[in-house]
């Protein structure tokens, strides 16, 4: 079956520009997550929804930061007015709720902003 | 704060021999240590350990959980270059909301 896809894979973008990022998770998957690795570290956890429920957010770096997930299923993280920090590896990943911390990643997108 | 602490960060062996990757963690309600294999960008897991749950074997790998010295290690035997990845160890906490707290990964690199 399908897993989680995400989209665009790579994205090249100029400072102070907005950027949308969009997750496909797997069919089925009431959690979804939104994670940051940049160059060399670990996944740094951004926001977090289930269902229907109000969303963790408190990853969430700035108020640049925000995301939304449409129908419990897409989700979009948009960054506003992007900083040359901001340039990493963003991975979403999708699980059943009786097994969140069994996540599906999807491939990533990779931001560079110049 | 959460803190969750790899090493070491970076492992270079010939193919054959057998590595231990540690992890150790400093977190409030903890409920699970995870382990996933990342080789291009998409992690891949391979190993849940809980307080009833704390060895794990699969093949040439195996984990163990220690919880009184809150730590955990991963060993791969007769090592092959197939498994030249990072491992990155995570853990699962439960505050308000559920979610993994990663370590920065150990990148590992297996030579013919």
């Known amino acids: 079956g399908a897993g989680v896809s995400q989209s665009p894979s790579n994205k090249v973008t100029e400072k102070g520009k907005d950027v949308e990022l969009r997750c496909d998770p797997i069919?089925?998957?009431?959690?979804l997550y939104w994670y940051r690795q940049s160059l060399g570290q670990g996944l740094e956890f951004l926001i977090y929804f289930q269902g229907n429920s109000a969303p963790d957010k408190s990853g969430l770096p700035s108020d640049r930061f925000s995301a939304e997930r449409t129908g419990g299923s897409v989700s979009t993280l948009t960054i506003q007015r992007t900083q040359q920090e901001d340039s990493a590896v963003y991975l979403c990943?999708?699980?059943?709720?009786?097994?969140?911390?069994?996540?599906?990643f999807g491939p990533g997108t990779r931001l560079l902003v110049l | 704060e959460d803190k969750v602490v790899q090493s070491p960060l970076s492992l270079v062996v010939h193919e054959g021999d057998t590595v231990t990757l540690n992890c150790s963690y400093e977190v409030t309600n903890f409920r699970s240590l995870l382990w996933y294999k990342q080789e291009k960008k998409a992690p891949t897991f391979l190993f849940m350990l809980?307080?009833?749950?704390i060895e794990k074997k699969s093949g040439r790998l195996s984990s163990i959980l220690d919880k009184k010295e809150l730590s955990s290690i991963l060993n791969i035997t007769a090592t092959q270059t197939g498994d030249s990845a990072i491992y990155l160890c995570a853990v699962g906490i439960i505050q308000g909301a559920q979610k993994l707290v990663f370590g920065q990964g150990t990148r590992l690199t297996i030579n013919p």
């Open positions: 069919s089925g998957h009431t959690a």
């Open positions: 809980t307080s009833s749950g």
């Open positions: 990943a999708s699980s059943l709720f009786e097994t969140w911390e069994t996540q599906y």
